[in-house]
């Protein structure tokens, strides 16, 4: 079975600050899809940026971008210029088709808080 | 611009009752699902639908039943319901299984 795994339940960093979110995940296939969602105390869940495997170049969106590092499996997340709206737990997710099988596997989250 | 609607938004049920979970999305997507997220757990997928007129089960369907009899709609079904189903629930939807999920905005259920 496919998992994901955040390290960090909680992190915290001061505004304007750069932080570094670490996910790894596990699998045997080649083709696959990562995912970083943020969900605010509003509870929404929002896409905040995504990589395709056979990519090799990093993926960016504005003020965050990605680590990724396929032979590690791994798959961090940096907020640059952090804001406090940025203040939210953060879910790795991970996409990969298994005979067929396709299925979106989350991590447990990790809880950011940017600190005024 | 309603995009992926939930109801009800809350709700408390007693151990035994049950009730339905209304997933609507007018963005003519092909696929949805359902998820459940506990603390510590992250999200965990319950049933999803390719399409209307099919459903399968994810990681954790037991104790809950789906139908897709619309494109637009996928709803969740507790039969009998546990306080193990103290949970909140999202469904989502997407184009494509390697695309963008749309969330709605969840179903706080507490079974007592």
């Known amino acids: 079975a496919q998992t994901v795994t955040q390290s960090q339940p909680e992190m915290s960093v001061q505004e304007a600050e750069t932080v570094t979110l670490s996910c790894t995940y596990d699998?045997?296939?080649?083709?696959?899809?990562l995912f970083w969602y943020k969900q605010p105390p509003s509870r929404q869940m929002i896409l905040v940026i995504r990589?395709?495997?056979?990519?090799?170049q990093n993926a960016t969106e504005n003020r965050f971008s990605v680590n990724f590092q396929k032979a590690a499996k791994s798959f961090s997340l940096k907020i640059s210029d952090s804001q406090l709206g940025d203040t939210a737990m953060y879910f790795c997710?991970?996409?990969?088709?298994?005979?067929?099988?396709?299925?979106?596997?989350f991590g447990t989250g990790t809880r950011l808080t940017i600190i005024p | 611009n309603a995009g992926v609607t939930q109801t009800p938004k809350f709700r408390v049920l007693k151990t035994g009752q049950s009730m339905t979970l209304l997933c609507a999305q007018d963005?003519?997507?092909?696929?949805m699902y359902w998820y459940r997220q506990d603390p510590g757990m992250g999200l965990r997928l319950i049933h999803y639908?390719?399409?209307?007129?099919?459903?399968a089960k994810g990681e954790v369907p037991d104790g809950y039943n789906v139908s897709r009899l619309k494109k637009q709609n996928f709803l969740l079904g507790l039969e009998s319901a546990a306080p193990s189903q103290t949970s909140v629930y999202f469904c989502?939807?997407?184009?494509?299984?390697?695309?963008?999920?749309?969330f709605g905005s969840g179903t706080q259920l507490s079974v007592l």
């Open positions: 997710a991970a996409l990969i088709s298994n005979f067929g099988n396709e299925k979106l596997t």
């Open positions: 963005m003519n997507h092909e696929y």
């Open positions: 990589q395709e495997a056979y990519k090799q």
């Open positions: 639908s390719v399409g209307e007129g099919t459903t």
């Open positions: 989502a939807s997407s184009d494509a299984t390697n695309e963008k999920l749309f």
């Open positions: 699998t045997s296939e080649n083709n696959y899809y």
